[in-house]
């Protein structure tokens, strides 16, 4: 299990939205999602993989890593889980 933490994400944006982002640059659907809201300003989600492994979900990162998407330009990182 492996997880990414997609920040600066427009406030609002539905799980189905994240989803059909994520899959669009070739990530499999998420198992888990947690939204975490900072001061608002740079919203975040907190994403759960059951079926990669960090070498695999390394590979995906950068096609969303620094990518505008709706009208803000995401981060994306990927966590182990000690940093969950």
């Known amino acids: 299990m492996v997880h990414l933490m997609l920040g600066n994400v427009e406030p609002g944006t539905s799980d189905d939205e994240i989803q059909e982002f994520l899959v669009?640059?070739?990530f499999?659907?998420?198992d888990e999602i947690e939204h975490v809201p900072g001061d608002g300003s740079r919203p975040?989600?907190?994403l759960t993989?059951?079926?990669l492994n960090?070498?695999?979900?390394?590979?995906l990162q950068p096609r969303v890593h620094n990518l505008?998407?709706?009208?803000?330009r995401v981060t994306a990182v990927v966590l182990r889980d000690h940093f969950k």
């Open 28 to 30: 499999p659907p998420y």
């Open 49 to 51: 993989f059951h079926s």
């Open 44 to 46: 975040a989600v907190a």
């Open 54 to 59: 960090p070498e695999t979900l390394g590979k």
């Open 24 to 26: 669009r640059y070739g």
């Open 68 to 72: 505008f998407w709706k009208n803000r």
